[in-house]
């Protein structure tokens, strides 16, 4: 047999006939049982380490917004976010976070936009997504690839789709 044909081969078992065992038990044990199981824990840790990626995604979010309330920053001109337009921004982003599964691009920048409002941005390659939240919570999502822009309603499965569509850049 051909040696790159031979080492490409995988070995096959029919579980449903193989059985194994167990001497702490005295017992058979069908090892099609220990193969499943080891799948869901596998399903597990999978799920378990999306679960703390997107943890840890939410509170580099929560972070960012939190420093956006230092009042050193702020003045007469520069006016610091509302209380409204942080909490609208947070319960929105953190929503959409949360529907988005194994979502890690974290925003280019969180900053004020001195009117009393925050605007957020991601960026990946030529693709950009913008979310302006006002001072009174209103919400406007931009996107922009190269030269093609535009402004859609900001609400979470927009949201959620314009995260989708910049991880495919």
């Given at each position: 047999?051909?040696?790159?044909?031979?080492?490409?081969?995988?070995?096959?078992?029919?579980?449903?006939?193989?059985?194994?065992?167990?001497?702490?038990?005295?017992?058979?044990?069908?090892?099609?049982?220990?193969?499943?199981?080891?799948?869901?824990?596998?399903?597990?840790?999978?799920?378990?380490?999306?679960?703390?990626?997107?943890?840890?995604?939410?509170?580099?979010?929560?972070?960012?917004?939190?420093?956006?309330?230092?009042?050193?920053?702020?003045?007469?001109?520069?006016?610091?976010?509302?209380?409204?337009?942080?909490?609208?921004?947070?319960?929105?982003?953190?929503?959409?976070?949360?529907?988005?599964?194994?979502?890690?691009?974290?925003?280019?920048?969180?900053?004020?936009?001195?009117?009393?409002?925050?605007?957020?941005?991601?960026?990946?390659?030529?693709?950009?997504l913008r979310?302006?939240?006002?001072?009174?919570?209103e919400l406007?999502?931009?996107?922009?690839?190269?030269?093609?822009?535009?402004?859609?309603?900001?609400?979470?499965?927009?949201?959620?789709?314009?995260?989708?569509w910049l991880?495919?850049?």
């Amino acid at each position: 047999m051909n040696n790159a044909v031979y080492q490409n081969r995988k070995p096959s078992v029919n579980i449903e006939y193989v059985h194994t065992f167990s001497a702490s038990e005295g017992r058979s044990v069908e090892l099609s049982k220990i193969v499943e199981q080891a799948r869901l824990e596998a399903i597990k840790l999978r799920h378990s380490a999306s679960e703390e990626k997107l943890q840890q995604s939410e509170r580099e979010l929560l972070v960012s917004l939190a420093e956006l309330d230092d009042e050193s920053d702020y003045d007469e001109e520069f006016l610091k976010p509302s209380k409204l337009a942080t909490d609208t921004t947070r319960n929105v982003l953190l929503q959409a976070y949360r529907g988005h599964t194994n979502f890690s691009l974290l925003p280019k920048f969180v900053t004020a936009d001195g009117d009393g409002g925050i605007r957020i941005q991601w960026q990946k390659e030529a693709k950009e997504l913008r979310l302006l939240c006002s001072d009174e919570g209103e919400l406007k999502l931009y996107w922009q690839n190269g030269s093609e822009y535009g402004l859609e309603n900001p609400k979470i499965t927009n949201l959620i789709t314009r995260f989708r569509w910049l991880k495919e850049a």
